[in-house]
């Protein structure tokens, strides 16, 4: 992900607007970029300021309680850990069905032979 694509995806972060993969991304460029880091720090603290700012005027805003960007950070973190474990359960389970089905339809292919 270039920092021109990470600082448009911002918001969308914040709003909790962004697929798995595309969180995955997102989290991997702020590792690895202070700039873009930076750059969340800001917006993060603007739109969370804005959204509690809101709710004190009686706006309501359906976004529960605000945390701070590391807690937003580590269960963002913690979800796609979770996410990736199914994926990777997702794709043993299926390769495992596959291989079943395919003993059976040896061993079946094998009783229709010898008889």
């Known amino acids: 992900m270039k920092c021109r694509e990470f600082e448009s995806r911002i ?3 914040v ?3 962004m697929d798995m993969e595309e969180m995955q991304d997102f989290l991997e460029h702020a590792d690895s970029c202070e700039e873009c880091y930076g750059e969340l720090e800001i917006t993060y603290s603007v ?3 804005i959204r509690q700012l809101d709710s004190e005027d009686g706006v ?3 976004g529960g309680t605000s ?3 590391d807690s937003s950070l580590y269960f963002a973190r913690e979800r796609i850990k979770r996410w990736t474990a199914g994926r990777i359960f997702k794709y043993a ?3 495992a ?3 079943s089905v395919l ?4 061993f079946q292919l094998r009783l229709w032979l010898v008889q």
């Not at 003993?103 to 040896?106: G, I, M, N, V």
């Open 97 to 99: 069905a596959f291989w």
């Open 47 to 49: 739109m969370q300021g």
């Open 11 to 13: 918001p969308a972060y």
């Open 60 to 62: 309501e805003d359906g």
């Open 103 to 106: 003993c059976a339809l040896w």
């Open 15 to 17: 709003k909790g607007e």
């Open 93 to 95: 389970l299926s390769t």
């Open 67 to 69: 945390l701070s960007l």
